[in-house]
């Protein structure tokens, strides 16, 4: 395995249990976690996406340095609005390939370590 796409264990089930506990608020709330939607139609964040929603508050923990955004965005090959959109205003999914790529980013950034652009 190529060992930028080397997660760690500890990372995956972190980002499960807080998904869990995520939907498990969800729920004790009494919303529905996974709304029905129409076919073929692109995944909206909000409380249905308790994965996402724990991955992108993981993520935003090592975006506080000034240009980290900007970095981030760089490496995944988004424009910084897009990404802001992601993170911030929570308007959009990444796709399959940027959010490996940033699962990858966040568990390099958690070793300490930094992912070269």
Known sequence: M???????AGLGLA????AAATA???ARQGRLIFPRRKR??????????????ALMARAALHLSKR????????LLGLPRQRLQDCLK???????AERTLMLLCWLA???QGRDLLV
């Open 2 to 8: 190529h060992p930028r796409l080397e997660i760690p």
């Open 15 to 18: 980002l499960y249990e807080a």
């Open 24 to 26: 498990r608020a969800a």
């Open 40 to 53: 073929g139609l692109t995944l909206q964040p909000g409380s249905h996406t308790p994965l996402w929603n």
């Open 67 to 74: 240009g980290s955004k900007a970095q981030l965005a760089r």
């Open 89 to 95: 205003a929570k308007k959009a999914c990444l796709d």
């Open 108 to 110: 390099a950034r958690e």
